[in-house]
Structures are given as C-alpha cells and as structure tokens.
C-alpha cells in the first residue's frame, strides 16, 4: 500500500474514533434514551459534546476533499514524495486538531486545520 493510501486509511480510522467519541458525549450528554431516539428535539450540545460533534462533522468535510485528492493521485499514478507527505501532513495535523478542538482551544485548532490544508494543497498541485 503506498503511503498516500495508508493515511487516507489512518484518516478513516481517525474519522470512526471521533464518530465513536461524539455518539458518547452525546449520550452521556442527553441520555440513552433520547440519543437512541430519533433525534427530534434534541437540544443543541454546548462543552464537550458539542465540541466533539463538531470536530467530527469537520473531519467529514475535509475527508471527502482528502480522499478525492488521494484517490485521483493514486489512479492518475501521479503518488509521489509530494503527495505521501501531503497525506502525512494531513492525517497528523487532523489528529492534533481533534485532540485540539476537544480540549477547546479556539485559535491552535484554526492554526493546525490550515496545516492541514496544506498538507491537501500538497498533493492538489501534483495534480495539476
């Protein structure tokens, strides 16, 4: 498996961990039996859950830019040092900005999701 594919699956993994955290914030936040429920009226989370809700729901969004990027590399046998450093660069940057964004320190995590950026940015123009 070529480094590109191997954070993009990390990145997955990393994706499943914050669904894992922010479904048991929630629960712990609201109770099993509304967090099993279907959801409606549910107030919105604040704290902990509601950061890590959020975090995930980021890490979605840049997972769909992350993947496209990865995947059009590998099938373009355009994988590179570039682009396996541009994967490096996001699933670690990713990493910290969940650990970041739990915690709750508001200008470190928009700091670490530029890096992340970047590390996207690396890969896109091996593409061009």
Do not use: C
Not at 4 to 10: A, G, I, M, N, T
Not at 64 to 80: D, G, R, S, Y
Request: proline share 3%; net charge positive; aromatic share 10%.
């Amino acid at each position: 498996m070529s480094p590109d594919l191997k954070y993009l699956f990390l990145s997955v993994i990393l994706t499943f961990v914050q669904v894992l955290i922010a479904a048991s914030a929630t629960t712990l936040t609201v109770g099993l039996p509304t967090a099993a429920g279907n959801r409606e009226g549910v107030p919105d989370l604040t704290g902990f859950a509601g950061r890590a809700k959020r975090a995930h729901l980021n890490m979605i969004e840049n997972m769909v830019l992350f993947a496209a990027l990865v995947l059009i590399a590998a099938v373009a046998n355009k994988a590179n040092a570039t682009t396996a450093m541009g994967a490096l660069v996001f699933f670690w940057a990713r990493l910290v900005y969940a650990v970041v964004y739990l915690i709750g320190i508001p200008f470190l995590r928009t700091g670490v999701w530029l890096v992340s950026v970047i590390g996207m940015i690396m890969i896109a123009l091996q593409l061009l």
